[in-house]
Structures are given as C-alpha cells and as structure tokens.
C-alpha cells in the first residue's frame, strides 16, 4: 500500500461528485485506524507536522489522512494557490502512515460534517477519529454542525501553544465535558463508541501559518 497518495493532475482532474474515484493511498481496510487532518495549511509548517506525528504515536493510527481543504469556510482570507498548498503538504508528511488526499476538492465537498459522513459510508468498517490543534478547539462551537462531528467521530485535540487553557474552556470543550478520555486511554479512543474526545500534550510546537504569512494580529 502507498503511504503517500499519487500527486494531482489538474488538468481537468479535480472532479466534482461524491463518487470521484479514491487515490491510490486512500486504499483502507476493515478494522483500520485513520486519523483525519483537515485543514488550508497555509502555508503548512512543521507545527502541523508536530500534530499529525503526536496523534499518530499517541491514537495508535494506522493512517493519518492530511486532507486540504480549497478553503477554510470560518476563515475570511481566500486561502493561497490550492496545487502550490498540497504540494507542500506532500513534501512535510512524508513520512510512513502519511497520506495526503484532496477529497474535499475532487468531491465538491465544504464541511467537516459532511467529509466525515462521505467517508464513513464509503468505508463503513473504518474507524475514523478526527485530528485538530488546540487551537481551533476554541472556535470548534461555530463549525457547521459541529454536535453531529462529535457525536458520530471520536475527536482528538493536540496541545498547541496558543491559548491552551483558553481552548480548554471553549464552550464546545465545556458541552462535550462528560464525554472526555483521559491521555492515559487515549489509544482506546478510535476503538469506543462516539461520543469520545481527549487532550494530548507534548513538546509545544510553536509555528502557525499566520506568522509563517506575516499576517497582522
């Protein structure tokens, strides 16, 4: 099995339609593991690496997807050349268990909510946990149906080191209290029934996209 997928042809490849063919390294097996990373990584950085590799390690994954997204629906800037941006993904999750897709642009797909629901039907003995920085945990309450991603998806937040203790107050990280796994049974989270979430510490990456840009605060 390819543990990248095949770069992009986009002469006329980015298809529109939930049925566009999978790549060649979104091939998965029943029982399988797969972490999901979305996110415009624009630009990617190595705190993304740092997110992907500690969900890897900690969830005990079989796969990290890192899915780009054309555009982040809650973010106002237009995100930067979508090819220029999945190529650089290519080249930072190189490594063993990685797998770059561009589902959401092959699919027309837009939200979370909905990538999550095509996937578990198309591989229905999967096991998908969703992966995101702290980070957007503070925000996680304004995403399009944000309560069915929690209740269908068991949901794994990295410590990032913007705001930590602010992420962890978040109203969302508040509603979904009672549904929180300790970090010492985090590799139980893929294999329990949703809903199910936990919070993994590690050495704090400090990059972001918005800095890397020079964007002003």
């Known amino acids: 099995m390819s543990r990248r997928s095949s770069p992009v042809r986009f002469s006329g490849a980015i298809r529109r339609g939930r049925r566009a063919a999978p790549l060649k ?11 999901l990373f979305g996110g415009s990584f624009d630009p990617v950085h190595r705190g993304h690496l740092h997110v992907a590799q500690t969900a890897l390690r900690k969830l005990g994954l079989d796969r990290v997807w890192w899915i780009v997204s054309p555009q982040n629906p809650l973010k106002e800037r237009q995100a930067g050349d979508f090819l220029r941006r999945y190529i650089g993904v290519q080249e930072m999750a190189a490594g063993p268990r990685m797998v770059v897709s561009d589902i959401e642009s092959r699919t027309g797909i837009r939200t979370t909510a909905e990538l999550i629901k095509v996937l578990q039907d198309r591989y229905p003995g999967v096991r998908f946990v969703w992966i995101m ?7 996680f309450h304004r995403w399009h149906r944000w309560q069915d991603i929690a209740a269908t998806t068991p949901i794994a937040i990295i410590a990032r080191p913007q705001d930590p203790v602010r ?4 109203p969302a990280a508040r509603q979904m209290a009672q549904a929180r796994v ?5 590799k139980m989270l893929g294999r329990t ?8 510490t590690e050495r704090l990456h400090s990059e972001a996209s918005s800095l890397l840009r020079g964007d002003t605060p």
Not at 30 to 35: A, K, Q, R
């Open 193 to 200: 029934s949703p809903p199910g979430w936990t919070y993994l």
């Open 182 to 186: 300790s970090e010492a049974r985090a």
């Open 167 to 170: 992420a962890r107050l978040s």
């Open 133 to 139: 920085g702290a980070d957007n945990l503070k925000n």
């Open 25 to 35: 390294g979104e091939a998965l097996k029943p029982g399988m593991t797969v972490g």
